[in-house]
């Protein structure tokens, strides 16, 4: 009983004595990214982008009323524990938002943290459906998921039916060992079980250096010539962006392939493609996980001049349950309850803005508006649009954001890809 009493004056203590940002003139953003390992083209663009982002909030002072925005980086190498440590450091310094993590597997691990210290984890990389708002309130994704078997919403299901029609469905899955350790031989060993398999439809969800070992290998055993249709995830497109043109030995492999793209509208993207070059001199092609993350920076920084603007602190408590774990080296003590968390959050959600990727704003499920993504085709050592998909309109050759404000039309004429 005395027990009980005691922690629950400690709690009140911990409320009573919250300490104001270290800081009040900074506001702490964290980013997590794997910048030097397995899709680090991802990680290296939306790195250009967000301190293009951090630049362009700074140069405007009535947007955090005079105070900073700063965005600091960690680099989780594609490891959980670095991954770990990096969200630990980050909510040891009042940080009111953290920018990632890149993988969903980390992001599973890393929303516990976010749950209990009120800091809200946005991430545009880590779009598993399965990181449910209910479980993860301070989870949010804020780009639309590329595979998304569980609502049979997302381009690569449709697409799939869509196909199916001609050809077959998904009859088997391989599944590969991931980067960096797949190897010739295994790929070759589940490429073969699915060309007896006859399945004509491959469906390639993986990492880049992956995907483009299957398709040098799927080459090698004659499967990407008449008869295959290939259609690959984001991976592609993302390589296609940033690595153009192709070495010609990689072009070779992946000719024909289709592949999918996070859509965004040209009007908005063409403007920021121009600071590009500058921004990033010239080290990297644009894709479009940069314009989510610039747009992601942007929806963090609005969030938190709304929470300004009602006149709220940026403040921090202690948490009495780490005091009383003891801490020790690892400082536990240190970490520290975003007390502003939960109205951040909600201000984030409320988002209703419209940026380098078009209109952003969420619905109730928590899910972007428009999901839509771009089809291209691999010619050459380059690709060409053949389409596009939205939740909207289904396949269409017309962009998605013409339909908006109309109807949803999903009628079977409108539905092609161009060919
Ligand atoms: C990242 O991890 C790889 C392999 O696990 C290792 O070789 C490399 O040194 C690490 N890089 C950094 C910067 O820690
Ligand atoms: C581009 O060059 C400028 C000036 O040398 C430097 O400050 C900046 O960090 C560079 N950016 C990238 C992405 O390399
Ligand atoms: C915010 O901080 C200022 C200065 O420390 C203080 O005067 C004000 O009362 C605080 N506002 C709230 C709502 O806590
Ligand atoms: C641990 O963090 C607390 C709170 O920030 C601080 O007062 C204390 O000095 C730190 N202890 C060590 C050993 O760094
Ligand atoms: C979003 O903002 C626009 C323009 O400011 C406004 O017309 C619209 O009603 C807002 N939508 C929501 C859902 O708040
Ligand atoms: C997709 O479209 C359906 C019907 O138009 C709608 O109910 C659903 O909310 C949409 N999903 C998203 C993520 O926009
Ligand atoms: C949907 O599109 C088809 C083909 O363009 C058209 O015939 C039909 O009238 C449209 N339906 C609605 C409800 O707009």
Redesign the pocket.
Known sequence: MNLVLLLSIISLFAGVFSKAALKPDVVNVGAIFSFNTINEKVAKVAKVAMKAAEDDINSDPSILGGRRLSIALHDSNFSSFLGIIGALQFM?TDTVAIIGPQSSMLAHVLSHLANELYVPLLSFTALDPGLSTLQFPFFVQTAPNDIDDDQSRNGIVTLDDELAERCCRISYKAVLPPDPTATSSGVRRELTKVQMMESRVIVLHTFSKTGLLVFEVAKSLGMMGKGYVWIASTWLSTVLDSASPLKPETANSVQGALNLRLHTPDSERSLFLSRWNQLSNGSIGLNPYGLFAYDTAWMIARAVKSFLDRGTNISFS?DARLSDAG?M?L????L?IFDGGKQLLKNIIETNMTGLTGPVRFDQDRSLINPSHDVINVVKTGYQQIGFWSNYSGLSIVPPETFYGKRPNRSSSNQHLDR
């Open positions: 040891e202690n801490g080296d400082n536990l003590s240190a520290s």
